[in-house]
């Protein structure tokens, strides 16, 4: 067989758009609960709804592979690395730009917000919000997870370094999966010797080191088996084979996860060994939803991922990301709607369809024009690697 095109390898996959999609309508339904008072209830579907912040982890898997997967590449054939300086530019003009526009807004529109101080003006632009107790700003409360992957983004570069070393074997994606998930046990141990925080320390990087890893570790496999380095890894290909199966046990595990072992819907503190649990169930439902996807040959069902529309809305995720909870604030303002009340579908209907309206404005006035100008540093011929390290991340998917 002969040696596959390296554009091949580090193709586009189009059909994880629709992923992006749908983890960002998950995170919407999550907070669509919470206001509606949903989540809290006595009903079956409170408890499905407070554990739609599943959406959180199936953007820091895939953030984990897509941008994990050039440096996987550039190491398996011997290529240079994406250049620091022009993947971080990439970064910062793709996630800032649209961000900060959100935090403008919400800042100077909700009236809930009229307090803001000078700090939280700075903690919020430069999203260190999440380093203090309660210091989330109203319409901005989703921007905890953006924090904590801006945070992954600015590491991968040493991790990347770190994960790959110089020399190629085949025991590395199994070694980038093992440190990942050690450093979220361990510091989940912290968390149990009361020695951090359950309440601040769980928005923190570390505690999601899991999900990012178990990206860069899918990402190593798919890249050995494309490069044809990871016969040991083709179980994945064949896993990729049964799309319906892999859905199936995630939605086993989500269901798993809407019991009380992974701790109160609310937003009262878990236990350790309650958040563990949770963070493990998560894993398993974003894995399981991803690898179909990015796995095995082209199939009728993953097919039904790759449309028109879905790719759309995956562009435009990122803005449905940042926008939909100040929509859902400003329907409660303008509707005096009090707190904890209201009917979950119409208000999830009506979230989302302003939620679309402000993410497609986000998305060609501001998210768009910045990716060009972003793509245009250093003004070089860009490198196959460097090509790819632009496909984009998520915390709602960008």
């Known amino acids: ?119 939280d003006w700075l903690r919020h632009v430069t999203l260190t919000q999440i380093y203090q107790h309660g210091q989330l700003k109203h319409g901005l409360s989703q921007t905890w997870s953006l924090a904590t992957e801006v945070t992954f983004y600015l590491l991968l570069p040493v991790l990347a370094a770190l994960a790959l070393g110089r020399r190629r074997d085949a025991d590395r994606v199994l070694r980038i999966g093992l440190a990942a998930l050690a450093i979220t046990a361990g510091w989940v141990a912290l968390m149990a010797a009361g020695l951090l925080s359950l309440g601040l320390q769980t928005m923190w990087l570390p505690s999601y080191a899991g999900w990012f890893g178990a990206g860069m570790a899918l990402a190593a496999a798919h890249v050995a088996l494309r490069t044809g380095g990871g016969e040991r890894w083709r179980w994945l290909d064949e896993l990729g084979r049964a799309p319906l199966a892999c859905w199936a046990v995630a939605l086993g595990a989500l269901a798993v996860a809407t019991t009380p072992v992974t701790g109160p819907r609310d937003l009262a503190e878990p236990s350790a060994a309650e958040f563990a649990t949770k963070l493990l169930l998560y894993l398993i439902v974003a894995v399981m939803l991803i690898v179909p996807i990015a796995f095995g040959p082209a199939t009728r069902t993953k097919g039904l991922f790759d449309t028109i529309l879905g790719r759309w809305l995956g562009r435009v995720s990122y803005g449905l990301f940042l926008w939909h909870p100040f929509v859902l604030e400003s329907i409660y303002v303008l509707d005096d709607r009090p707190d904890f009340t209201g009917d979950p579908l119409g208000t999830f209907l009506l979230t989302v369809a302003g939620g679309l309206v402000l993410a497609a404005i986000s998305y060609y006035a501001v998210e768009r024009p910045f990716q060009r100008w972003g793509g245009q540093w250093p003004g070089r011929r860009r490198s196959t690697s460097d090509n790819q390290s632009a496909v984009p991340a998520v915390t709602a998917a960008s």
């Open 1 to 119: 067989m002969s040696a596959p095109i390296p554009d091949q390898v580090l193709r586009r996959l189009p059909a994880l758009d629709a992923v992006r999609v749908i983890g960002a309508l998950a995170v919407v339904g999550h907070h669509v609960g919470f206001a509606t008072g949903q989540n809290t209830g006595d009903g079956g579907t409170g408890a499905w709804l407070s554990r739609l912040d599943v959406g959180v982890a199936v953007f820091f898997v895939l953030s984990g592979f897509l941008l994990f997967r050039p440096y996987a590449h550039a190491h398996a054939t011997y290529q240079r690395r994406p250049a620091t300086g022009r993947y971080l530019w990439r970064r910062a003009t793709r996630i800032l730009p649209a961000y900060w526009v959100a935090v403008v807004i919400c800042l100077l529109v909700l009236p809930q917000n009229r307090d803001a101080s000078t700090a």
